[in-house]
């Protein structure tokens, strides 16, 4: 190929991305930076203005409220990751391996997906009729004879809030882990099957293997989902369980910038973390 | 043979597990048709009827619960949704399209993207804020502020599924277009637009539908007026009444309508392939 083709190509492949990756610059990677900019900053009750101080940080990791939100983050993330993954791999399983059929497979994933065309927050609160004193699960469970009295801790505690979080988030779990599977050459699992392995053999040698980069891409996008979070919590805990999402929205409501943005960097800095732990794992790009 | 009683164990587990997801979905359509206004969002349902539909457009006596602040919301958030769509559709075309020849920095590029949907609503949107707020100083909208977040959100989605399209595209079509004299962009335009269209129907479904209900960002980065989510997370904090239970059976509605019209769309887009198959194979 001449040379004076090549460059107009060049230039045309540029002029083509030039637009995504500017408006990605100036309104993804730019407030992000603006975020750790102004922890920094100096907060005055109603003001904010650009004199660089540490106060916010040590506000932050000095008080119960703010450090507790984030033991409060980590530990529901990893209650929330570990039930999505407990629940979610069986149904993977089903879905992704053991049915034979293509046409029964797809309809059972669109079954999954379908609750996803109903807003996210009146998803959310449709937990509260679920779960409330006279809600449906207490009025089955005393129909059935189970309990005498209601059970007061389903709804506006960390309980009802993981609940609500485990339902929402356990569909990220199933696609990736079933798509994996789904890809698993069933020849290993009918030889490994002659040779005379059981099925829990198979399963600890060769489905769980195979289907770990899916675990990864699932674990990955609830872990994201949940420590973002803020609404769930808002909404099924009565303002007991604060997330690090929770703190940066009411510091923002009371005009608290810098504050905030100290919050966003630690989530920020968590995120980080867990996804690149994450990615240690499994090679994701050999893999896929 | 243990995978002969796993089967049928998984089976009833997955039908149980498929119950988790719809439950509330459930509780939420029959706790809809409570009686109302006296009838609150919990069981026993009193009596049947659709007053709370009713409500939502207005349609009762007034009473002591106002009507849901919706009907401005409602257009706001579709016409942020149409925004949205279109410039994250021809983002992600464009973007995909590049990606097709290999550069340099091509991996760079790819996360830079992706990156969009991995942040979370809450950080992009108190960026934004930030931003706009403390450093530029203008007014934060739905149409300006939120609508630059919402394409920082679907643009990635729309990128991903364009890149799925065209990595599976032969070229050769193209490059015979080429090759006959056609110019590049008449070429895009009647070759390999028609051809990746399915493609793009589906970005743009996952920008519409994405951009609908998106509330992280929208919360932050928007301004007084309110979207639709927005309208309805302000009931949280006050009182709920089953006419957002209604509400939520309506809009879910709306959602398969949506997915109707791509279907048929799709199908149509399909079948004109098909056909245009079928004549080439006449010729």
């Not at chain 1, 669109?110 to 937990?127: D, E, K, M, N, Q």
Request: overall charge positive; charged content about 10%.
């Amino acid at each position: 190929m001449s040379a004076p083709s090549t460059n107009r190509q060049k230039s045309h492949s540029f002029q083509l991305l030039a637009p995504g990756v500017v408006w990605m610059i100036l309104f993804l990677v730019a407030p992000i930076m603006m975020i750790v900019y102004v922890s920094f900053w100096t907060q005055t009750t109603f003001a904010i203005n650009p004199t660089l101080t540490l106060d916010s940080w040590r506000n932050f990791f000095s008080s119960d409220a703010y450090v507790g939100a984030l033991w409060t983050t980590i530990r529901l993330w990893l209650i929330v990751l570990t039930l999505t993954f407990l629940i979610g791999y069986p149904a993977a399983l089903f879905v992704g391996l053991l049915v034979k059929s293509k046409t029964v497979a797809t309809v059972l994933l669109v079954l999954c997906v379908i609750p996803f065309w109903t807003s996210f927050l009146i998803r959310v609160l449709a937990w509260r009729p679920m779960l409330g004193r006279e809600g449906a699960i207490n009025i089955l469970l005393q129909k059935a004879g189970l309990i005498d009295s209601p059970i007061e801790v389903l709804l506006f505690s960390e309980l009802s809030v993981i609940i609500g979080m485990t339902q929402i988030y356990v569909v990220f779990m199933v696609g990736p882990i079933a798509f994996m599977l789904g890809r698993i050459d069933r020849n290993i699992i009918e030889a490994a099957r002659d040779l005379g392995a059981g099925f829990g053999r198979i399963f600890w040698k060769i489905i769980f293997p195979l289907s770990l980069p899916g675990v990864v891409v699932g674990a990955i996008f609830v872990s994201v989902m949940v420590l973002g979070e803020f609404a769930t919590s808002g909404a099924l805990s009565g303002r007991k369980v604060n997330l690090l999402g929770n703190i940066i929205v009411t510091q923002v409501g009371t005009l608290k910038w810098a504050m905030a943005s100290v919050a966003g960097v630690v989530l920020t800095i968590l995120l980080g973390i867990v996804v690149a732990g994450f990615l240690r794992i499994v090679d994701l790009k050999r893999e896929i | 043979m243990e995978s002969k009683i796993m089967k049928p164990v998984l089976a009833v587990y997955v039908g149980l597990f498929i119950l988790f997801l719809y439950g509330p979905f459930i509780v939420l359509g029959i706790i809809s048709f409570q009686q109302g206004p006296e009838g609150g969002p919990q069981f026993p349902i009193i009596e049947w009827s659709t007053y709370w539909y009713r409500h939502l457009f207005g349609m009762v006596p007034p009473s002591r619960i106002a009507p849901l602040p919706v009907g401005d919301a409602l257009i706001r958030s579709l016409t942020l949704a149409f925004m949205t769509m279109v410039t994250a559709t021809v983002l992600g075309v464009m973007a995909a399209q590049a990606f097709r020849k290999h550069f340099r920095g091509a991996s760079v590029v790819f996360y830079l993207i992706v990156l969009g949907m991995m942040v979370p609503g809450v950080l992009t949107g108190l960026g934004i804020s930030l931003l706009s707020n403390n450093v530029i100083g203008i007014d934060r909208n739905w149409w300006s502020t939120a609508f630059v977040a919402h394409v920082v959100y679907t643009f990635p989605f729309a990128f991903l599924v364009m890149l799925a399209i065209l990595n599976r595209f032969d070229a050769s079509v193209e490059e015979a277009s080429w090759s006959l004299g056609v110019s590049p962009i008449t070429t895009f335009r009647k070759v390999t637009f028609p051809l990746i269209f399915p493609g793009v129907l589906s970005a743009m479904l996952f920008a519409f539908t994405l951009s609908f209900d998106e509330f992280p960002r929208t919360l932050f980065a928007s301004g007084r007026d309110q979207t639709l989510p927005l309208a309805i997370y302000g009931t949280f904090s006050v009182e709920i009444h089953p006419n957002i239970f209604a509400f939520g059976v309506l809009t879910t509605l709306f959602s398969f309508a949506l997915l109707a019209v791509y279907g048929i769309l799709m199908a149509l887009s399909v079948r004109r392939a098909k056909r245009m198959a079928m004549q080439e194979d006449i010729a």
